[in-house]
């Protein structure tokens, strides 16, 4: 169920500019892994899932796009956070975990997919 859930959060992530898709992507797969293999092999062997489970898996990377949209949602949802909390403190825990998530989000390496056609390999 929770990989299920997770599938769809990813699948809207790809419309959607604010949220995320490769975190929900890699924690279905995980759900799926064990679960259901059927599901894990349809994700990785999909057009649009797969080449983002495989520089992950492959390369512990993500893609500039990606990393890209990250930044923006972080910033975005952590800056509405801070906004609208109306305790001091949480303002204040709320900049120190957003430091640390982007201090580690930053230091993801990044590796551009090649597109897989004949002249590429």
């Known amino acids: 169920m929770a990989g299920g859930l997770c599938i769809i959060l990813a699948f809207l992530g790809i ?3 604010v949220l995320p898709t490769t975190p929900f992507l890699l924690l279905a797969s995980a759900c799926f892994m064990r679960s259901n293999p059927k599901v894990h092999r349809w994700m990785h062997e999909h057009k649009t899932l797969g080449p983002l489970l495989k520089n992950w898996y492959e390369y512990g990377a993500v893609t500039k796009q990606v990393k890209t949209r ?3 949602f972080i910033l975005f949802s952590f800056f509405l956070s801070i906004y609208f909390s109306p305790i001091l ?3 204040g825990f709320l900049v120190v975990v957003l430091i640390i998530l982007l201090s580690w989000f930053l230091r993801l390496p990044t590796h551009e997919l090649v597109a897989d056609s004949e002249e590429n390999h």
């Open 15 to 17: 419309l959607l500019p």
């Open 89 to 91: 403190w949480v303002k």
């Open 70 to 72: 990250g930044v923006i």
